[in-house]
C-alpha cells in the first residue's frame, strides 16, 4: 500500500448554508510537513476550509481526507488534528499546566498523572514556557498567552495544526516576533501547519505554500515568492501586496498604449488577449521616482500629493495626468530615497514594462 504524499487533500468540495455558497467544487493538496496560509477577503471560504480540516463543518459534497484517510463524518476528537482560535480559548481558572494538560486527560484510555506530568513539561519546553506551569492564565502576556495555547494543541501530537488567525489580536511587534517562533516551531517539529489569514504580509512571510481564495474557489496555490512576483489573475496582483492598476490597450502589432498615451513595444508577463482592453499591473517598489520635470521618452511627469514615511522606505502618491494617482514606494539609499521628496513637488516617473503583468478586462 503506497504512503500518501499529502497530508491534507479536498476533492471536488463544496460547502453550502441554504442557499450561500460558502466553498464551490474545491480541489486542494497540501503536502506532508508543509506550512500553508490560506489567504484571502472575509467570506472567502478560508475558515470554512479550515473547519472542514478539523471535523467542525461537513462537506455539503465532495470528499476531505487526512493521511489517505477518507474523514467525512468523523468527529474532531477523532482526526488527528489539532487547533489554535483566534481567541486562544484557554480557561482562565486554570493555570497553565492544566490548561495543556487538558487534552491529555480526556483521552481513553486514560494516560497515568505521571506520563501526562512528562508530556505537559515537554509542550511547555518547546513553547519556552517551562517556568511558567504554574502560573493564571489572566497573569500572563498576549503572546505567553498564545504559546500555552500552542502547548495544549501540541502535546496530542497531531498530524496537522490547524492555526485560525492566532496572531490578529497581538500588537505589531509582538506578532512578528511570534511569526519568527511558529516558523522555528513547524521546521523542528516537521508537522504540517495550515493557517487561515487576511493579513497578506503574516501569510507571505511565515508560509511555504499560500493558496490565495475568493468567493469559495482558489485563485492561486504557490511558494509565496511566486505569488507576489506571478500572479495568476488581477485578483491576486490586487489582493497580494500594493498594486498599481493602469487602462491599457494592446495593439495587433504588440505594442501597449497606456490611457496617458504612452507606449511600449516590450511586453510586460500576463494573461492578456493578443490584443484589446487590458489593466497593466506594476508594484509601487518597480517605479523609479526622481526629482524634475522634463520627461524623457520613457517617463511620466506627475505631482507628488502625499508622503508617507516609513523608516526604512518613503510611499509616495503622485498625480499623473491620463493615469491619476500613482502610488511608488522609494527605498532609502535609492533615487528618492536620501532626501524625502515634498508634496507639492514635481516629479517623474519610470518602470521597466518586464516588471509589469497585463491582465485582460
Known amino acids: 500500500m503506497s504512503v500518501p504524499t499529502n497530508d491534507i487533500e479536498f476533492r471536488a468540495v463544496t460547502k453550502s448554508y441554504g442557499k450561500v455558497v460558502a466553498v464551490s467544487d474545491l480541489d486542494l493538496a497540501i503536502p506532508k510537513g508543509a506550512f500553508v496560509a490560506l489567504l484571502g477577503p472575509s467570506g472567502c471560504g478560508k475558515t470554512t476550509c479550515l473547519r472542514m480540516i478539523g471535523g467542525f463543518e461537513q462537506p455539503s459534497a465532495g470528499e476531505v481526507f487526512i493521511d489517505g484517510r477518507l474523514m467525512n463524518g468523523v468527529p474532531p476528537y477523532r482526526r488527528p488534528v489539532n487547533m489554535v482560535f483566534q481567541q486562544y480559548a484557554l480557561f482562565p481558572h486554570f493555570d497553565v499546566e492544566t490548561n495543556v494538560a487538558y487534552g491529555l486527560r480526556q483521552m481513553r484510555p486514560k494516560i497515568g498523572s505521571a506520563e501526562i506530568a512528562r508530556q505537559v513539561a515537554q509542550a511547555l519546553e518547546m513553547v519556552r514556557l517551562g517556568s511558567f506551569a504554574k502560573r493564571r492564565i489572566h497573569e500572563m ?3 505567553q498567552q498564545q504559546r500555552v495555547a500552542l502547548a495544549r494543541a501540541l502535546v496530542n501530537k497531531p498530524s496537522v495544526l490547524l492555526l485560525d488567525e492566532p496572531l490578529a489580536a497581538l500588537d505589531k511587534k509582538l506578532r512578528t516576533a511570534m511569526q519568527f517562533e511558529l516558523q522555528s516551531l ?17 501569510a507571505l512571510s511565515m508560509s511555504d505554500l499560500v493558496c490565495v481564495m475568493s468567493e469559495g474557489r482558489i485563485r492561486q496555490i504557490a511558494p509565496p515568492q511566486a505569488i507576489y512576483d506571478q500572479p495568476a489573475d488581477l485578483f491576486v496582483a490586487d489582493f497580494v501586496g500594493k498594486t498599481n492598476r493602469f487602462d491599457a490597450r494592446l495593439e495587433t502589432n504588440g505594442t501597449l498604449v497606456l490611457a496617458n498615451g504612452q507606449t511600449f513595444e516590450a511586453g510586460p508577463a500576463g494573461r492578456a488577449p493578443s490584443s484589446g482592453k487590458a489593466v497593466l499591473a506594476v508594484r509601487p517598489e518597480a517605479i523609479r521616482i526622481w526629482r524634475g520635470s522634463k520627461p524623457g521618452t520613457d517617463d511620466v511627469q506627475g505631482t507628488v500629493t502625499h508622503r508617507i514615511f516609513l523608516g526604512s522606505a518613503t510611499e509616495y502618491a503622485v498625480s499623473v495626468t491620463g493615469l491619476g494617482d500613482v502610488l511608488v514606494t522609494a527605498e532609502r539609499g535609492g533615487s528618492a530615497g536620501v532626501e524625502l521628496i515634498e508634496p507639492g513637488e514635481a516629479v517623474l516617473l519610470s518602470f521597466d514594462p518586464k516588471a509589469a503583468h497585463l491582465f485582460p478586462v
Open 141 to 143: 502576556s498576549g503572546g
Open 186 to 202: 513547524q521546521r523542528d517539529l516537521g508537522i504540517t501547519f495550515v493557517l487561515v489569514t487576511h493579513d497578506q504580509e503574516e
